[in-house]
């Protein structure tokens, strides 16, 4: 294969690639004000992508958090088996730690899941990462998603989050609710893909 070298490097600027990038493609995105939650729909796309971009919550050391739904939104209660597992590292470089972390994941709970932790609401603090929902219009196998977030920790530590799982149900999810484990999202935006 040969190597493609853009002549134009600002990206702005750039109007068409000489390579293909699949069929990815924008579907929805919404900025936080001191938001409670944001909510998307999802169709019959094979692959969600979802971006985060600077989460900034109001309130101080709590978590970016997601839900889902089968019915459109009025309940976000499915069941999730999920693990999650951290990498830190904090500013003035005393702390260091990779920890598997069993108070993020889920055995079989209805309960939001946190994709990343212990945020700090300092007003240069954010969480920007993703999440990706694998083939939720199925109504033969349960959903997988894996999530790999970076977010400016409670105290001042680098916290690197990954966590993956199943959704536990053959019925088509149909939304997505994203939401702080408390107070508002305060700042951020949720770019969502679709990919066939």
């Not at 600027?13 to 069929?23: E, H, I, K, Q």
């Not at 936080?32 to 900034?56: D, P, Q, R």
């Not at 916290?159 to 053959?170: E, H, L, P, R, W």
Request: hydrophobic letters at 35%.
């Amino acid at each position: 294969m040969a190597l493609t070298k853009l002549n134009n490097k600002a990206v702005a600027n750039v109007t068409s690639l000489p390579v293909a990038l699949g069929d990815m493609v924008l579907v929805s995105s919404a900025t936080a004000s001191s938001s409670a939650s944001i909510e998307f729909s999802l169709g019959n796309y094979k692959e969600y992508k979802f971006f985060f971009v600077n989460m900034h919550p109001a309130n101080d050391g709590v978590n970016f958090t997601f839900n889902l739904s089968t019915d459109s939104g009025s309940n976000y209660n499915v069941t999730k088996t999920t693990t999650a597992f951290w990498s830190i590292h904090d500013e003035a470089d005393t702390t260091t730690q990779l920890i598997y972390k069993t108070d993020r994941d889920l055995a079989q709970s209805t309960a939001f899941q946190p994709l990343d932790g212990q945020l700090d609401n300092a007003n240069d603090a954010s969480s920007s990462g993703t999440l990706t929902l694998f083939n939720p219009s199925s109504t033969t196998y349960v959903k997988h998603f894996i999530s790999n977030c970076n977010n400016l920790g409670d105290g001042d530590y680098s916290i690197q989050n990954f966590v993956a799982g199943y959704a536990n149900t053959i019925s088509a999810l149909t939304n997505i609710k994203f939401q702080m484990s408390s107070g508002n999202i305060d700042a951020g935006t949720i770019l969502m893909y679709g990919l066939n």
